[in-house]
């Protein structure tokens, strides 16, 4: 099993989400998040003063899936988050133990399974 998490910008939601639904993803988690990439935030002028906002709004999306499905979706998640602009995010792909449906106690396949 995998956990694919993705950070990218909150215009993308929409279009991420529907590339993994077509994907096969048959659930998702999202959560609003803040963080920084190499650029360390950008500088923004409010009233003729420069402020350093050091932490951008970014949204996270984890998927959890079988390990034979998380290069698909780390694809299709990396063509609806491409903005070609700095600030379009990272994926990183975890190995995961176990993925367990608390209704039925199914695990891994099965639970994450339409
Ligand atoms: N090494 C990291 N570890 C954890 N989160 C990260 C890391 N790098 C980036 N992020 C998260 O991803 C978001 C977007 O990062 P970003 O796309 O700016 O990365 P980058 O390496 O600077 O690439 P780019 O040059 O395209 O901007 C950050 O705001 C942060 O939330
Ligand atoms: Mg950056």
Excluded: H, W
């Excluded at 650029?39 to 079988?66: F, H």
């Excluded at 995961?96 to 199914?106: A, F, H, K, N, P």
């Amino acid at each position: 099993m995998k956990l694919v998490t993705a950070i990218f910008k909150p215009s993308r939601l929409d279009a991420v989400i529907d590339a993994l639904s077509e994907a096969g993803a048959t659930g998702l988690t999202v959560s609003e998040v803040r963080g920084y990439g190499r650029q360390l935030g950008k500088t923004e002028v409010y009233r003729g003063a420069e402020y350093e906002v050091r932490l951008l709004p970014k949204v996270k999306v984890e998927v959890a899936c079988p390990a034979a499905s998380a290069e698909r979706y780390a694809e299709a998640i990396t063509q609806a988050a491409n903005t070609g602009t700095i600030g379009d995010g990272k994926i990183f792909i975890y190995d995961l133990d176990s993925i367990i449906r608390i209704r039925t106690g199914e695990r891994d396949e099965q639970a994450v399974s339409g």
